[in-house]
């Protein structure tokens, strides 16, 4: 455990004062250091935040009051053999169709890296997580937030979901459709700590899925994701706004609008970039005059992705 711990450095904004207490727990013991933090959190009713690699969130400058959970070492993947000759499950419509065979499902330890998550699947020609592909983040992460990227949800290829659950016993959750929505999961309102999910594969072309995650990746270089620490999309995509939110910002000129060291990418406009020594302040306040300037301008309401951590 560490006291007064920078938070910058465990964010991919490079942005964030300091937590009063950090906790990695090792991976061979993880459970039972999880277990313990959560439930001395709750008798104490102290603050707590789940950390996996900070690829989603903006830290207050002034730090975390309370204790920050790192779930970084607790990763690995395994593969769990799956036949299911119609292709359906809790609802599911059979993505995979009626005649695939046998499928199987990817289990994955909630700190694993997205990316590392679709590194595996490839290793053995199973498709269905190619979309992960260069994706920042842990799985954990990506489950709580029901990430989407590239038309797909994580929930269209999700089984199971094994939690800690309010009362420190491991839960297996089994994916149910009414449960998921757009960036919404059912963890988001509960007290509790992903430790797995298991997703959806079947047996693919190893070739053709190297191939489909090259191209994610180099559509994610090429609009500048990694170019500068940021956060990744700043706003959600509201469908019935008729086009992607980065659009409607760019529409209203305001790439390139600087506070302090944030940034409005002059390439995407819905990436804020840290351009060097940005604060927390500087990216809200930059937030907060997109905000304005689109609800002003079109009445639109933005909500932003990103999670406030410390505010």
């Avoid at 490079?14 to 937590?19: D, E, M, N, V, Y």
């Avoid at 290793?123 to 997580?129: A, K, N």
């Avoid at 937030?145 to 797909?152: G, H, I, P, Q, S």
């Avoid at 804020?272 to 689109?294: E, M």
Wanted: glycine letters at 10%; aromatic letters at 10%; one cysteine or more.
């Amino acid at each position: 455990m560490l006291r007064n711990e920078p938070l910058a450095g465990h964010t991919s904004f490079h942005i964030g004062g300091p937590a009063d207490f950090y906790i990695k727990p090792p991976c061979d013991v993880f459970i039972e250091e999880a277990a313990e933090i959560l439930k001395k959190n709750r008798t104490e009713k102290t603050a707590l935040f789940i950390l996996g690699l900070g690829s989603n969130i903006l830290v207050s400058d002034q730090g975390f009051r309370g204790t920050i959970l790192d779930v970084s070492e607790w990763k690995g993947c395994v593969i769990k053999a799956k036949p299911d000759d119609a292709g359906k499950e809790n609802g599911k419509d059979g993505q995979f169709g009626a005649q695939s065979g046998a499928l199987y499902e990817i289990c994955c330890r909630s700190g694993t890296k997205s990316d590392e998550a679709a590194r595996f699947a490839l290793e053995h020609s199973l498709c269905g997580l190619e979309f992960l592909a260069g994706l920042p983040g842990t799985i954990g992460g990506a489950v709580w937030m029901n990430a989407r990227c590239y038309e797909k949800s994580l929930s269209d290829i999700l089984s199971s979901v094994e939690i800690l659950d309010e009362s420190g016993n491991k839960v297996i959750v089994p994916y149910r459709n009414e449960d998921y929505d757009y960036k919404k999961s059912p963890f988001q309102n509960r007290d509790i700590l992903i430790l797995s999910a298991s997703f959806r594969v079947k047996k693919g072309n190893a070739y053709e899925i190297s191939q489909q995650m090259e191209t994610y990746r180099k559509d994610r270089e090429s609009k500048g994701h990694f170019s500068y620490p940021s956060a990744g999309s700043v706003f959600k995509n509201n469908r019935t706004f008729g086009k992607p939110t980065g659009k409607i910002i760019e529409e209203l000129g305001l790439r390139g609008t600087q506070i302090g060291g944030a940034r409005l990418a002059d390439w995407h406009g819905n990436f804020i970039i840290n351009t060097g020594g940005a604060s927390a302040h500087d990216v809200l306040s930059l937030i907060t005059l997109i905000k304005d300037r689109v609800r002003l301008n079109l009445g639109i309401e933005l909500e932003p992705e990103i999670l406030f951590v410390g505010f």
